[in-house]
């Protein structure tokens, strides 16, 4: 997957850029408030997703303009394509000048992999944020997982507003069973294919991990499921035997609370650096260089599933990181096309083979 030419027309401070980027590593540095950022947001745009700093549509368009085109070439699947995504008003896609019905018709088909500053929130803030991550992947792999977890958090819901009905209306508690079983086999379900998922992603990120820290440092991810023991080695049907026995043990607690307490929506994913973790011992760095390494692993682990690396997006992240880490991430990182932004431009000295842009109140030099 990469991309061979991107044109913007009035995107957010840019009002007309043409870029050829390389199939490898393109640097886009300068100032602060030049635009650099957008140009990566308008490049995420493309695989369909909103935008990763949570902006509306209508903030993409220049101040003062109308319309916002986003115009891209790639090749992928083994042939050159093309994606055009005009904003004015409503957001309109073209795929292969195809009229689309909708921008998600893009994804799958130009995958893309982002890492900005906010995206630290995966280490430093609580789990729900690293569930969202692993399910987010694992619908992009496997995509009856989508209905699987939205089913899930359907019965969830239905069995917490039961709960709380039980305490004015007991007899409602011969209905409980039912739920309980159904909870269990989507939780069960869950659990195994995320558990399956952590473990790909391990490998990958331990990989990475090593050679950013200069195999100083060990990096571990493990799925935690709140409340259980559950091993790699046990399958499905193990898990939801556990996990309804958990739930049973658990129904005067839930009772009493209003709300489930065991299964995957409280599970968590441990991410440790030397077997401490990242979360509370981490120094910046070390948590930087861990998003980044689970970035990169998910980068991975969907390329060699869908068979197409997706285009990685590294914005602002180089400065925290010292200098053997950038040199590791500049060089090493061979099979994907790569965009990264940064403010300076010393950081590249050592750039092995790459393009470099300069971003200038939102115009684009090649130097
Ligand atoms: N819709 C828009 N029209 C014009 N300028 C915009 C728009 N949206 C953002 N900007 C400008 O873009 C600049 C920020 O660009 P950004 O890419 O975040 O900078 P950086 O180079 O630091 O990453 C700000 O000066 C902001 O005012
Ligand atoms: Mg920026």
């Known amino acids: 997957m990469r991309i061979s030419r991107l044109n913007l027309e009035n995107f957010r401070n840019m009002e007309s850029l043409s870029v050829f980027p390389c199939e490898t590593v393109n640097i886009i540095y300068g100032d602060n408030a030049q635009g650099k950022t957008n140009l990566l947001e308008a490049v995420w745009l493309l695989s369909g997703a909103k935008s990763f700093r949570g902006a509306k549509d209508a903030d993409f368009v220049r101040f003062g303009e109308s319309r916002a085109v ?4 790639f090749f992928c699947d083994g042939r050159q394509q093309t994606s055009k995504i005009q904003i004015e008003g409503k957001k309109t896609a073209w795929l292969n000048d195809i009229k689309k019905d909708s921008v998600t018709a893009f994804a799958g088909i130009f995958t893309a992999v982002v890492f900005s500053p906010s995206h630290l929130s995966l280490v430093k803030d609580g789990p729900a ?12 792999i ?3 997982y989508i209905g699987i977890i939205s089913q899930y958090q359907r019965i969830l819901l239905q069995r917490n507003t039961l709960l709380k009905d039980i305490s004015y209306a007991p007899p409602l508690l011969d209905t409980l069973d039912i739920w309980d079983e159904k909870l269990a086999a989507l939780g069960g379900a869950i659990i195994r294919m995320r558990m399956e998922y952590t473990r790909r992603l391990q490998k990958e990120a331990a990989d990475i991990y090593k050679g950013i820290s200069m195999e100083r440092e060990t990096f571990s991810l493990s799925y935690r499921p709140f409340g259980m023991d559950v091993s790699q080695g046990q399958n499905q049907e193990e898990i939801t035997a556990q996990l309804k026995e958990k739930i049973a043990q658990n129904r005067s607690e839930d ?3 209003g709300s489930t307490g065991i299964g995957p929506h409280r599970d968590d994913l441990e991410i440790t650096i030397n077997g401490r973790s990242v979360r509370a011992f981490g120094s910046q760095g070390q948590q930087r260089s861990s998003v980044l390494a689970l970035k990169l692993a998910e980068s991975r682990c969907i390329g060699d599933i869908l068979g197409e690396r997706p285009v990685i997006l590294l914005d602002d992240v ?3 990181l010292d200098q053997s880490r950038r040199e590791y991430l500049l060089n090493h990182l061979t099979g994907s096309q790569i965009f990264i932004t940064c403010c300076d431009k010393g950081y590249f000295s050592r750039l092995e083979q790459g393009r470099v842009f300069k971003m200038e109140k939102g115009r684009l030099e090649q130097e």
Do not use: A, H, V
């Open 70 to 73: 986003i115009e891209s070439e």
């Open 129 to 140: 944020g690293r569930r969202k991550f692993l399910d987010t992947s694992i619908c992009q």
């Open 142 to 144: 496997t995509p009856r």
């Open 255 to 257: 009772l009493r609370s």
């Open 318 to 320: 180089m400065s925290e």
